[in-house]
């Protein structure tokens, strides 16, 4: 089993709808995850992060996490062509200090 | 204020030469870290600093990678006896209050 699990994608989702990005981790004491969106070609930028079990939104995006399911996931509401990029979950890991473990991404396409 | 920088941006090397990548992080921030990214992959963790300090090089994948951060803020990744496994881009992030922020990175190609 990988560290940090995501599909690959392609996701296409049309423009407007909800997108739905799910990651799976398999370290039971991670307590802090990350998402991050790359465009092709360019570096991982930051779009969320979470930390409780719950909902955390901000603007058009909602990460969850279930700790219990080793779950997290991100919702982008309201999808727009700018959004097609490839969805990077990460994973700090174990009681490390610092070591974060990527997932190998999604690629979503938002379709006009 | 600015970014993290990397140089070079792109570096084509022949297999068995030694190549050195460059990572200026924010101003700063105590935390730089290195990864290794293939084509259609996330990034893989090499090592990670505190200020001068390595704490972590678990990463790294062979005696043939090395880094350092004498003064700790430049970094450089040293690759010695390049291979062609070796090809494929060296991200950079400086991090505060666990945000990283990636450098745009090296494209590595070795022949």
């Known amino acids: 089993q990988k560290e940090v699990e995501q599909n690959s994608g392609p996701l296409s989702v049309p423009e407007g709808a909800i997108a739905s990005l799910n990651c799976t981790y398999s370290?039971?004491?991670?307590?802090?995850f990350f998402w991050y969106r790359q465009y092709s070609g360019k570096s991982p930028e930051l779009i969320m992060s979470?930390?409780?079990?719950g909902d955390k939104e901000d603007g058009r995006f909602t990460a969850q996490l279930n700790k219990a399911s080793q779950y997290v996931s991100l919702l982008i509401r309201d999808s727009q062509p700018s959004d097609s990029a490839t969805y990077l979950c990460?994973?700090?890991?174990?009681?490390?200090?610092?070591?974060?473990?990527f997932g190998s991404g999604t690629r979503l396409s938002i379709r006009p | 204020g600015a970014g993290v920088s990397q140089s070079p941006r792109y570096k084509v090397a022949k297999r068995g030469q030694d190549v050195a990548l460059r990572c200026d992080p924010i101003?700063?921030?105590?935390?730089l870290f290195w990864y290794q990214q293939a084509l259609g992959q996330g990034p893989e963790f090499l090592t990670y600093?505190?200020?001068?300090?390595?704490?972590?090089k678990s990463g790294l994948p062979s005696d043939r990678f090395f880094a350092e951060r004498p003064e700790g803020s430049v970094s450089t990744l040293k690759i010695q006896r390049t291979q062609q496994e070796d090809s494929a881009v060296y991200l950079c992030?400086?991090?505060?209050?666990?945000?990283?922020?990636f450098g745009p990175g090296t494209r590595l190609l070795v022949l």
């Open positions: 992030a400086s991090s505060f209050q666990e945000t990283q922020y």
């Open positions: 370290d039971r004491v991670s307590q802090s």
């Open positions: 979470i930390y409780s079990n």
């Open positions: 990460a994973v700090k890991w174990r009681s490390s200090a610092s070591k974060i473990i």
């Open positions: 101003s700063g921030h105590v935390s």
């Open positions: 600093f505190q200020n001068e300090a390595q704490l972590d």
